[in-house]
């Protein structure tokens, strides 16, 4: 057994070892009547101050999970100063927002209900709110068997939504599981990818999602807005202008890019990338194909969404 084991294992190393990218798991366990009542709560405007904004409204979970507008919009009116980026396959990510500054799930999601510009709701007044509809009190108590409903069963359930947010099946997937081929021109795209090194950066499960990164390694990066970087909290000067990496996946679908949402196309984002943190220029030829390759980091919608 043994034997076969460390056979298995030096045979498969070097095979695994080319591929920096690691497809989606298919079947995550998932609590799914847990997930549902997350899923409404994702959904309902109950969860904010003024009735006008539910986690939906800034991550489209239909389309890509991110927000098509540059900053977000969120109670009465009142506008973001950063991208909202996808919470599709967020729970690969290592740390959460841009600057990293949640560590798992559960602690972003205090984030943007207490946000003055998102939710602006405190634990109190959200679960007062929550705890006041019928509709909720019977789901939790099927759920967590209980009418007390609480914050943190609320933020529980939301977590639970979150984790079944995966996009598997991704052609690329598909490609790594050798199921089947890539095109010519994608596979030259993947090519130039690990060739010029957009791969040290991208990688693991999310082609990203995994790292801190300089904005502007080789040239200097002007972003177009304020925000919080990760010199914000570590209080570190080399790390102005550093962000979490953000993941590949599902990229073809969450235009505009880039936390100040400065690039509105694929193509702008991948002259940015190259000049400030390669160093180079890509030709167009390259570019198309590079994107070519990026297409198929698309994957199924999250089945949470057809399940009733
Ligand atoms: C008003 C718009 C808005 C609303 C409402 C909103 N978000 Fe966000 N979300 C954002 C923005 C903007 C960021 C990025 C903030 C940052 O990085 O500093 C973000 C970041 C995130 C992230 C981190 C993703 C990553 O890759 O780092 C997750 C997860 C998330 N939101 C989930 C939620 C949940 C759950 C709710 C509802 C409780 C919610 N959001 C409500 C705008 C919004
Ligand atoms: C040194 C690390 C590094 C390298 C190399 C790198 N990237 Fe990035 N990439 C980042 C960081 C950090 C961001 C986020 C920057 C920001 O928003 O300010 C990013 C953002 C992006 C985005 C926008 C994502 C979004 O959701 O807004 C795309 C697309 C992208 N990179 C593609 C590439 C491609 C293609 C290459 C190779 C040509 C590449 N990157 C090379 C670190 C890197």
């Not at 950063?82 to 990293?100: C, D, E, S």
Request: proline share 5%; aromatic share 10%; glycine share 6%.
């Amino acid at each position: 057994m043994i034997k076969w084991l460390l056979l298995s294992y030096f045979f498969l190393l070097p095979l695994l070892a080319d591929e920096p990218i690691v497809p989606i798991p298919l079947d995550e366990p998932i609590d799914i009547p847990k997930a549902k009542l997350g899923q409404e709560l994702f959904f309902d405007t109950l969860l904010s101050r003024d009735n006008s904004t539910a986690c939906v409204s800034c991550h489209d979970i239909y389309s890509g999970g991110a927000d098509e507008r540059s900053v977000s919009i969120g109670f009465n009116g009142a506008k973001g100063n950063i991208q909202a980026p996808t919470v599709l396959n967020a729970r690969y990510n290592f740390k959460q927002f841009w600057n990293g500054r949640a560590n798992t799930l559960l602690e972003q999601a205090t984030g943007p209900l207490s946000n003055p510009t998102e939710h602006n709701m405190d634990p109190k007044k959200v679960q007062d709110r929550v705890s006041l509809s019928n509709k909720y009190k019977k789901m939790f108590k099927e759920v967590y068997g209980t009418y007390s409903i609480t914050y943190e069963l609320i933020l529980d359930a939301i977590v639970e939504f979150e984790n079944a947010l995966t996009t598997p099946n991704a052609k690329f997937d598909k490609y790594l599981r050798g199921e089947i081929k890539l095109t010519h021109e994608e596979q030259e795209g993947y090519k130039l990818f690990k060739q010029y090194g957009c791969i040290t950066c991208h990688n693991g499960i999310n082609v990203g999602g995994n790292s801190f990164q300089k904005m502007g390694t080789f040239v200097a990066y002007n972003a177009s807005t304020t925000f919080p970087d990760r010199s914000e909290i570590t209080h570190n000067m080399e790390d102005i202008n550093v962000f979490k990496v953000p993941t590949l996946r599902n990229i073809a679908k969450t235009a505009p890019y880039f936390h100040d949402a400065s690039a509105r196309t694929l193509k702008e984002a991948l002259s940015v990338m190259s000049k400030h943190n390669l160093g180079i220029e890509l030709s167009n030829q390259e570019s198309d194909k590079i994107i070519l390759f990026l297409e198929t980091l698309s994957g199924e919608a999250p089945k949470i969404l057809d399940t009733f």
